[in-house]
Each structure stands twice: as structure tokens, then as C-alpha cells.
């Protein structure tokens, strides 16, 4: 999985409770996202960082926020859970050559059960 | 923004013939068209990408077709195995300017070999 790790891998929790997923990077990528996976959709992106503190919005981002204090590190949280936030989680990473961006590589995947 | 349609969403095959799966995008900046596998309980593996300046790109039993003028890219699979099987995922991207590598991806396509 490229040097990445999703913490937890599985995680069930209630309605209304704060949940934060960690991903972790050894890579030293600049570019790290958040990726949403449900039945029919496919993968949809939830917020991605181009930088330390530099994040922003995806098409799917209400209810959820995140922060990168440090390159290896990008944290998503959702503030508090909804049954609609049942999904599966994928971080994944990339990085630049010049400027031409390069493939993503996808972490393990979180599975999120909110009850 | 970006949108992606994949066809079909189940595809099942016999052992040794030919897989095809298609795809198609809105925007015309987009210009990286990755394609992704995915097998249970994994997160997507890059396979095959293809830029907006190739017309055709093949690696072994795997090609992929770009037609930019009616915005649609095509996934081949020759010679299918049974280890073939898997869920597979087409994206688009604008891989330069201010987009931040950011991809849409299709809704995937169930891909079943039969021995």
C-alpha cells in the first residue's frame, strides 16, 4: 500500500459522537486525500491537502473537517456522526514531477459503521 | 465540475475472452485518465493510466483507448483470468493548473471471470 496506514481499520460508533480516521504516509508526498467509497458511486472526494495547514473542500464535505500539522499525517473528523457517514474511508497520496502530477496510491481503507 | 460515467456496472465472462469496459467524461481540461482494481477488502491499485496526448496504451493483456473529441476512454482486457476478477474504477483529472490532482472517478464495474 505505497507506505500508507489508516487507523483504525474498523471502527463502530453512535450516532452524534465525534470520530476522527488518521492516515499516516512515509512517502514524504506533498499531496495527500480523503476518499468516501459507497455502493454506486464510486469514490468521492471528501477534502484534500496540497501542503502543511494547506486543505480544502471536495464534492463531498459537509460534516466532515481535517487538518495536516504535519507532512506524514492528514486527519479527517467527522464533528458528529450521521448514519449517512457509514461508508468506507480511503486515504491516498501523490506528489509532482516538475509539474505533471502523478499517479495516487490508496491506503487499506477505513470501514465506518455509525449505528 | 467533473463527471464520470462507467459502463457497465457487472460484467461476467468466461475464462480467456475479452473484457471491455468504457467510460465517459465531461470536461474537456481533463487530461489524465487513470484506471484502478480493486479486490475485496483492499483499497484501488493503479493498473493502467493514460494522458490526454496518447490516442492508445497497452501493457501486456491490458489496454486502454482514449478518444478525446467525444470524451471517452475504454478499458481492454484480453485473455481474461479468473484472477482478473475484481471491481473496476475509471477516473478523470485535470493534472495540471490549480486542480491539485484531484480525481473523479466512475461508479465502477463488477468485473466476474468464470474458470
Known amino acids: 500500500d505505497a507506505g500508507i496506514t489508516q487507523s483504525p481499520r474498523h471502527k463502530v460508533t453512535e450516532t452524534g459522537t465525534p470520530v476522527t480516521l488518521r492516515c499516516h504516509q512515509t512517502?514524504?508526498?506533498?499531496?495527500m486525500y480523503w476518499y468516501r467509497q459507497d455502493p454506486g458511486h464510486g469514490l468521492r472526494l471528501i477534502h484534500y491537502?496540497?501542503?502543511?495547514?494547506?486543505?480544502d473542500k471536495g464534492e463531498v464535505s459537509d460534516g466532515y473537517s481535517v487538518s495536516r500539522s504535519k507532512t506524514e499525517d492528514f486527519l479527517l473528523t467527522l464533528e458528529s456522526a450521521t448514519s449517512s457517514q457509514t461508508s468506507v474511508y480511503f486515504c491516498a497520496i501523490s506528489f509532482t514531477s516538475g509539474r505533471v502530477m502523478n499517479e495516487q496510491f490508496f491506503g487499506p481503507g477505513t470501514r465506518l459503521t455509525v449505528l | 465540475g467533473e463527471n464520470v460515467e462507467q459502463h457497465p456496472s457487472t460484467l461476467s465472462v468466461q475464462e480467456g475472452d475479452s473484457a471491455v469496459i468504457k467510460c465517459t467524461y465531461s470536461d474537456s481540461a481533463s487530461n489524465y485518465f487513470p484506471w484502478y482494481k480493486q479486490e475485496l477488502g483492499k483499497g484501488p491499485q493503479l493498473i493502467i493510466d493514460?494522458?490526454?496526448?496518447?490516442g492508445e496504451k497497452k501493457d501486456q493483456r491490458i489496454a486502454v483507448t482514449l478518444n478525446k473529441t467525444a470524451k471517452h476512454f475504454s478499458l481492454h482486457i484480453t485473455e481474461t483470468q479468473p484472477e482478473d476478477s475484481a471491481v473496476y474504477f475509471c477516473a478523470a483529472q485535470n493534472a495540471g493548473g490549480t486542480s491539485y490532482g484531484k480525481l473523479t472517478f466512475g461508479q465502477g464495474t463488477i468485473l466476474t471471470v468464470h474458470p
Open positions: 493514460i494522458r490526454s496526448n496518447v
Open positions: 491537502s496540497y501542503g502543511v495547514k494547506d486543505t
Open positions: 512517502e514524504n508526498h506533498r499531496y
